[in-house]
């Protein structure tokens, strides 16, 4: 029910557009999330947005990625620049709703390489 888009190959130091749009009506969200995983290691999360519009970023991208979100389209938006070989992985988007619903995307590959 999630479609997530904007993945690529990018060279170190470039930027991308990743979006997460829902293909259907889902009530109630109260939190968007951008997760990933790269090759042999544990998903993490990297950003989230809550409904009171505040945000939580990992450490290892403050200041490079930031979340933000369309509520008309149900759609959520990473913004990532500067980025770094270690950025690589595959990125997944999550909703969360206030019902307890959990909504994943079916992950959007970045590489990071020269």
């Known amino acids: 029910q999630l479609q997530a888009s904007g993945g690529g190959l990018v060279q170190p130091g470039g930027s991308l557009r990743l979006s997460c749009a829902a293909s259907?009506?889902?009530?109630?969200?109260?939190?968007m999330a951008w997760y990933r995983q790269a090759p042999g290691k544990q998903r993490e999360l990297v950003a989230g947005l809550d409904s009171g519009e505040r945000t939580n970023y990992a450490d290892s991208v403050k200041g490079r990625f930031t979340i933000s979100r369309d509520n008309a389209k149900n759609t959520v938006y990473l913004q990532v620049n500067d980025l770094k070989p270690e950025d690589t992985a595959v990125y997944y988007c999550?909703?969360?709703?206030?019902?307890?619903?959990?909504?994943w995307g079916q992950g959007t590959l970045v590489t990071v390489s020269s």
């Open positions: 999550k909703f969360s709703t206030r019902y307890g619903y959990i909504y």
């Open positions: 259907g009506s889902i009530a109630s969200i109260n939190y």
